[in-house]
């Protein structure tokens, strides 16, 4: 493929590489070329080896076998620094600024201009900072402290400061997962802003549809061994899905048609002050409602709620028709409410303890119960239960008692899964289940909520992904700036009618 900017050697290529920890192979013979002008996706399921690759570009891994190459000569990079100094930069889907420090300082830190005197030249680092924005296409104010920046803005300023080094590859690690729709749209012209300037950019994401849009070329991964490189505009996403899983996905959203029983979950005039108003809905058994809506509607704290992590100023929630208090989690776990939370790694894991201990967690009780000793846990018996759990689940790790930090995410969204899905809940509420997993995992969680519906079970499921929100959900509640605005039945539910009532447009379908 050729193009503007396209050079006759590559930037930055890896050739041949591979790499293991222990006895598990990372990668196996994987070669990838990155172009100056060109924005190259690197696709694959999670623990294919992309991370791997990534931390390989950044001087954070040196390969085992094969080697980097900069400019089609060999680099050996004895660690980050070396690989910032051949122009390579990482841009992190969560980045890491100091927050007490502003935006130019955070661009510049370690590297101020000086004055003539040696004192830091704040004037220059401002001036410097805006000539940065600009070329970027973005409205950013040097002078403004870190803290209380956007992920997006934060993104930004990471770019910022790649290209105040004089960065000539950007390897873009899942920067959109935590994005709007609209901060999407500002990072992809800035993608091409830099593009047009003759940056190499690797380009790492779960949404296809991101990769059809910003990317020329692909290379994808499976299980760390190397598949191939492909034009963008010689596949559809079917290929694409194809390379990455090695079979066709039946089906994605594998709903089942399920009678729904009793009511389950009813919420009446639930109210928080600050956070959501008047919230009224009920979900049966057999059934998965979605809470739909845009980033700060409130669907999460409606959630959080009700499983009692946060009190409500006003209103009820019954479980089998019985009411429980506010605030307390421990109330609606014995009524049977399940939470799986949106951040997995901050509220769902313990990430330094293992995967079988985790599973555990929600389970103490019982497991003291069946090792018959007061106080104390049989190892055997909880390696027994995490075991069945991995089964049933599909769980891909090598050991239990490994920690779960070292599972992919999607694995780790298993871990949870399993973790609450022990309590065998009456209600489970899943917070964006899917978010950040790729999409092999994605139709074997959709599979999941699906066969759990179909043995009764009631299913919140809050979403902000529409095709999921479409494809799963028998009913989908819409909410706009913490109130319900719309109730619209699974034959009525498109994206159009699904956004026209999160905006706060007139919806289609039931009102609230």
Avoid at 32 to 47: F, P, T
Avoid at 226 to 233: E, K, L, Q, R
């Amino acid at each position: 493929m050729s193009g503007p900017g396209r050079s006759a050697a590559p930037t930055l290529a890896l050739v041949n590489v591979s790499k293991s920890f222990g006895a598990v192979r990372a990668l196996q013979d994987v070669t990838l070329e990155l172009h100056a002008g060109e924005v190259h996706a690197l696709a694959g399921e999670n623990g294919a080896g992309k991370s791997t690759v990534v931390k390989t570009f950044a001087g954070v891994h040196r390969p085992d076998a094969g080697e980097v190459r900069v400019d089609g000569r060999p680099a050996v990079f004895g660690g980050p620094a070396d690989a910032q100094a051949a122009g390579v930069a990482v841009i992190y889907q969560e980045p890491t600024l100091f927050p007490d420090l502003s935006v130019a300082e955070n661009i510049f830190m370690g590297r101020q201009p000086r004055t003539g005197l040696g004192r830091i030249d704040r004037r220059a680092m401002h001036a410097e900072t805006a000539r940065l924005f600009e070329r970027l296409g973005v409205a950013l104010d040097p002078q403004q402290p870190a803290r209380g920046l956007s992920i997006a803005d934060q993104q930004v300023v990471e770019i910022a400061k790649a290209i105040s080094r004089d960065a000539r590859v950007l390897i873009m690690d899942e920067p959109t997962a935590a994005l709007t729709g609209q901060e999407v749209a500002r990072l992809f012209a800035v993608t091409r802003t830099l593009q047009e300037h003759g940056c190499a950019i690797l380009f790492i994401s779960h949404r296809l549809e991101e990769i059809f849009e910003l990317c020329q070329r692909v290379t994808t991964l499976r299980d760390g061994t190397y598949i191939g490189t492909d034009a963008v505009a010689d596949l559809t996403p079917d290929d694409l899905v194809r390379r990455m899983v090695g079979r066709d996905l039946d089906a994605l959203y594998p709903k089942q048609d399920v009678a729904p029983g009793e009511v389950a979950l009813k919420v009446s005039r639930l109210t928080r002050e600050g956070a959501f108003t008047d919230i009224s809905f009920e979900v049966r058994r057999g059934e998965i409602v979605a809470l739909a809506g845009l980033v700060g509607a409130g669907r999460s704290e409606v959630a959080r709620a009700i499983f009692g992590v946060d009190r409500w100023d006003a209103g009820d929630v019954e479980v089998d028709g019985r009411a429980l208090p506010a605030g307390s989690p421990t109330a609606a776990m014995s009524a049977g409410i399940a939470l799986v939370p949106e951040d997995r790694r901050q509220q769902g894991l313990v990430m330094d303890m293992s995967i079988e201990r985790n599973m555990g967690l929600t389970q103490l009780r019982s497991l003291r119960r069946a090792t018959g000793r007061a106080g104390l846990i049989s190892r055997k018996v909880e390696r027994d239960r995490a075991a069945d759990w991995a089964l049933r689940l599909q769980l891909k790790y090598a050991r239990l008692s490994d920690t779960v930090g070292v599972l992919s995410g999607g694995n780790q969204q298993k871990v949870v899964l399993a973790k609450w899905l022990a309590t065998e809940p009456t209600v489970l509420i899943v917070d964006e289940p899917t978010r950040g997993i790729d999409v092999g995992t994605k139709a074997e969680v959709h599979r999941l909520l699906s066969e759990l519906a179909a043995q009764d079970l009631a299913v919140l499921m809050i979403s902000s992904d529409l095709p999921e929100v479409i494809g799963m959900a028998d009913r989908v509640l819409v909410m706009h700036e913490g109130r319900l605005t719309a109730e619209i039945p699974r034959a009525d539910a498109t994206e159009e009618s699904v956004m026209a009532a999160a905006t706060g447009r007139a919806g289609t379908g039931k009102a609230a």
